[in-house]
């Protein structure tokens, strides 16, 4: 860390410049399947889960779909030289499982493999790292048609998918990925209903923590079993940086904090579930799809975990009486609870500003305590910020450049927190920002642009945004530019 330098401009609003970076540091961009490929029915892809929401109405904004998103699928050579172009070292994308398995189980689609081993060569030959994500969220939908997550049969697919891919790509991909963010998937996707498939039911969210947290022990093992080249493997977390409110902030915390955060963290690196989850989980489930062997299974050696990270959240005791707010970890509100055991305990109060596109307050301080945070609680555990951008609402100048002084602003901002952590002991290998592109941001649609580069849905046109020069020459010099 002696190559770390100290603020150079800058102090308590983290605008610093002129930090330099550790030699090796990565700088990367990151995407996922459903939000860019777009091709959803060509050569051989089967429905998912998010086809499946997106086509329902009222569940996205705009009744928008991934069906064409980015066309990345027939675009994604020049995507490559985009990348090129910006300087990355290295590219997060995620395979669309139903790509290769259209079926969820069984028949394996040469053409979804070919597709990524292209995208993997196409990396490798521009000196770009491919980070790969086994699972972006885009379930097959035969799978969810059998109970989806909630049901322990889909970690049996998932394995059975780990072990296609860790066979076709298992020489070259450098970094695998087994899941992003867990937490969306079994809450959102299962207790609140914002996201795919738009569930309701609090006990099988909890069920599908489990089963995603199984899910990821056993693809590692598959990946490890298949993979001839040297990959390292790791799995991305959304984490909740939490402040307390009130009198019972600390006991809002440590509830909030057990859901969002350690059901995943412990039995991940420690291979228990905390004995709170499962006190204020009771009355919502007994746990008993926890397995004798699961827990050894989950607790798999990772070189790397991955930290998505973009606001902070602040939580109190509901009292019973005032108008709850619950904000359901910045997703579209759908009616049901991404807080099983605690909807009627924990209320989220409104954050200070200010604040992205998405409502998001901006808070780069908790991105050095997290970073902190999570190195004094797993000393030996490398880390990666494998997310963290901003949306806002871009305007394109009549001349067809984009300045966007404020995602700028952002991610200086994030930067600079990343590199104070740095400072601080944290072994921190690298950052992905979200995002590449422009593209479907779920529940949101094409509403909310979070890209580096700006992608013209009408005419799929990419244009490198000041926010993405600004990190070319920050991936180039490896020094926080002016
Ligand atoms: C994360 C998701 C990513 C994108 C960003 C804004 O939760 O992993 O796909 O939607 O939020």
């Not at 806002?392 to 067809?400: L, S």
Request: aromatic share 10%.
């Amino acid at each position: 860390m002696s190559r770390v330098t100290s603020a150079v401009v800058g102090s308590a609003d983290y605008r610093d410049s002129g930090l330099v970076f550790p030699p090796g540091f990565t700088f990367g961009s990151a995407t996922a399947s459903y939000q860019i490929e777009g091709a959803a029915a060509e050569d051989g892809r089967g429905p998912s889960i998010w086809d499946t929401f997106s086509k329902t109405p009222g569940k996205v904004w705009n009744g928008d779909t991934g069906d064409v998103a980015c066309d990345h699928y027939h675009r994604w050579e020049s995507d490559l030289d985009l990348m090129t172009d910006l300087g990355l070292g290295a590219y997060r994308f995620s395979i669309a499982w139903p790509r290769i398995v259209p079926g969820g189980r069984g028949d394996v689609n040469q053409a979804g493999i070919d597709f990524y081993s292209r995208l993997v060569d196409g990396l490798l030959e521009r000196g770009i790292r491919p980070v790969a994500t086994l699972y972006h969220w885009d379930l097959p939908q035969p799978l969810e048609d059998e109970g989806g997550w909630a049901v322990r049969s889909t970690t049996d697919a998932f394995e059975e998918y780990a072990r296609i891919m860790g066979e076709a790509l298992g020489d070259r991909v450098h970094t695998w990925t087994t899941l992003n963010e867990p937490w969306c998937s079994a809450y959102l996707g299962y207790g609140q209903g914002g996201h795919a498939p738009g569930r309701h039911e609090p006990a099988a969210a909890l069920a599908a923590v489990h089963h995603l947290n199984l899910a990821h022990g056993r693809a590692v093992q598959a990946l490890r079993e298949t993979s001839t080249g040297t990959p390292q493997y790791s799995i991305t977390l959304n984490f909740h940086v939490l402040r307390g409110h009130g009198d019972g902030g600390a006991e809002a915390v440590r509830r909030a904090d057990a859901l969002a955060n350690r059901a995943f963290t412990h039995p991940l690196l420690k291979g228990q579930y905390p004995a709170d989850l499962l006190e204020d989980t009771a009355s919502v489930t007994d746990w008993a799809f926890v397995q004798d062997g699961d827990l050894r299974a989950i607790n798999q050696p990772i070189d790397v975990l991955g930290v998505n990270y973009y606001s902070t959240a602040t939580v109190g005791l509901w009292d019973g009486a005032s108008a709850k707010q619950m904000n359901d970890g910045h997703k579209p509100t759908a009616g049901g609870t991404a807080w099983p055991g605690s909807a009627d305990v924990l209320e989220f109060v409104a954050q200070p500003g200010p604040y992205t596109a998405m409502g998001w307050n901006i808070a780069p301080e908790g991105l050095e305590e997290l970073l902190v945070s999570l190195s004094e609680q797993f000393p030996h555990q490398p880390l990666m910020v494998t997310e963290n951008g901003a949306a806002f609402d871009d305007v394109v100048a009549p001349d067809g450049s984009v300045s966007d002084p404020e995602r700028l602003d952002y991610l200086r901002r994030h930067f600079t927190a990343a590199h104070r952590a740095l400072g601080r002991g944290v072994d921190l290998r690298g950052y992905f920002v979200w995002s590449l592109l422009d593209n479907f941001e779920w529940g949101f649609g094409y509403a909310k642009r979070f890209g580096i580069v700006r992608v013209d849905f009408d005419t799929l046109e990419r244009t490198v945004k000041d926010s993405g020069r600004w990190y070319a020459e920050l991936a180039k010099t490896g020094a926080l530019p002016a």
